[in-house]
């Protein structure tokens, strides 16, 4: 069984027993939450998020552009300060009209007063570039941090283990013009030659990466009766909180439906 998806089209592209689990919402089926899930974000907090993060780095590209339109200029005077040049060429030619017979003592000492004067505008630049460069690579780990947080959560991620799955994307995924896309080498499986999905990666994921998705643990025969007032069938095995890992397992699906398997989840919205 494939993970389950918090919203689907059709009840008909989920298997027949977790269609239950379903209401029809908006022309579609979403999936039944009694309560927001730890690490949850609602749609307008991350609304909200996002703006930030996209002024963010609307600012740092601003400033980036700043720089850029600052390089022509540093290239046409190269090393040279203009005023201070201008300076100092009135003052050679009233050394030379004085009499001084070693020029290029004198031409020394401007090329060393200038390279003093152009060295400050040099550093700012330098600095201002490596600053918005820096400014520019948060904000892109912000919007994808995001994203894979919200698509991972909503996959049964757990929020404490979102540094770890974030820090393997990244030789998976980049940010290019602030949008997250697959690496230039990485392809879908599921649809070759057309990049590679950020749901299809958290689906093999989690396949191979099971200690970071929701606690599951199966147990012996359920109970006949208890506190609950629930009643299981006499032989019947119980897997708690499945992961979508084991949701997928043909041999879990299997013995869901053959009814020796009753999957239980700590939500209550979810029977």
Request: glycine residues 8%.
């Amino acid at each position: 069984m494939p993970p389950l998806s918090p919203v689907i089209d059709t009840l008909e592209s989920v298997p027949e027993p977790v269609r239950q689990y379903y209401e029809a919402r908006d022309g579609k089926f979403a999936l039944t939450l009694s309560a927001t899930p730890p690490g949850f974000v609602t749609a307008a907090d991350l609304a909200a998020a996002n703006g930030k993060v996209v002024e963010f780095r609307n600012n740092n590209v601003a400033l980036l552009k700043e720089v850029e339109e600052l390089r022509p200029i540093k290239t046409a005077v190269g090393d040279l300060d203009i005023p201070a040049a201008k300076k100092a060429v009135v003052e050679l030619e009233a050394l030379k009209k004085t009499g001084v017979t070693k020029p290029d003592d004198i031409t020394t000492q401007i090329q060393a007063a200038v390279a003093a004067a152009v060295k400050p505008l040099q550093e700012t630049i330098q600095t201002t570039q490596q600053t918005a460069a820096a400014n520019l690579k948060r904000a892109d780990d912000a919007v994808f941090r995001s994203q894979l947080g919200e698509k991972f959560v909503k996959a049964g991620g757990k929020p404490a283990a979102l540094d770890f799955v974030f820090g393997q994307a990244q030789s998976v995924f980049e940010v290019k013009d602030g949008i997250v896309k697959a690496q230039p080498t990485k392809f879908s499986s599921e649809k070759p030659g057309e990049p590679l999905g950020m749901d299809e990666w958290l689906v093999g994921f989690a396949k191979s990466n099971d200690f970071a998705f929701g606690p599951s643990t199966g147990s012996g025969a359920a109970p006949q009766g208890g506190g609950t007032g629930t009643t299981h069938p006499a032989g019947q095995l119980v897997l708690k909180d499945p992961t979508p890992s084991q949701l997928g397992d043909p041999k879990i699906a299997k013995q869901i439906r053959e009814g020796t398997l009753r999957v239980e989840h700590s939500n209550s919205a979810l029977p």
